[in-house]
């Protein structure tokens, strides 16, 4: 089970730091990620982190202004975003996998799902 948390409205420089934490079976979990969506459009993948280990990777459009880290004591993974821009509205999505056993972009390859937070950069 995963629960997400953090969102919020936001103007033009803030931060957010969006927290996910784990409960149940989560020895089992490979990696997890964050995806977002917004109406009408499909889910984006934005970053992954291995459960165990240092690999991680993030979408194109959110490189140097978004990270992902996890913190494996309180089973929680961090999305840390800076500099949100209007187009990063959404609500945000918290993914684990314990199928793929490797670092994956594609929300096919999840196979729990948090319920959303939502994000919104004022204009």
């Known amino acids: 089970q995963l629960q997400a948390s953090g969102g919020g409205l936001v103007q033009a420089g803030d931060s957010l730091r969006l927290s996910c934490v784990a409960s149940g079976r989560t020895y089992s979990i490979y990696s997890m990620g964050w995806f977002r969506q917004v109406p009408g459009k499909e889910r984006e993948f934005v970053a992954a982190?291995?459960?165990?280990?240092?690999?991680?990777t993030l979408a194109d459009y959110v490189k140097g202004r978004f990270t992902i880290s996890r913190d494996n004591a309180e089973n929680t993974v961090y999305l840390q975003m800076n500099d949100l821009k209007p187009e990063d509205t959404a609500v945000y999505y918290c993914?684990?996998?314990?199928?793929?056993?490797?670092?994956?972009?594609?929300?096919?390859?999840?196979?729990?799902w948090g319920q959303g937070t939502q994000v919104h950069r004022l204009q």
């Open positions: 993914a684990a996998t314990d199928r793929t056993a490797y670092l994956t972009t594609f929300s096919r390859n999840y196979n729990s």
């Open positions: 982190i291995t459960w165990r280990g240092s690999s991680t």
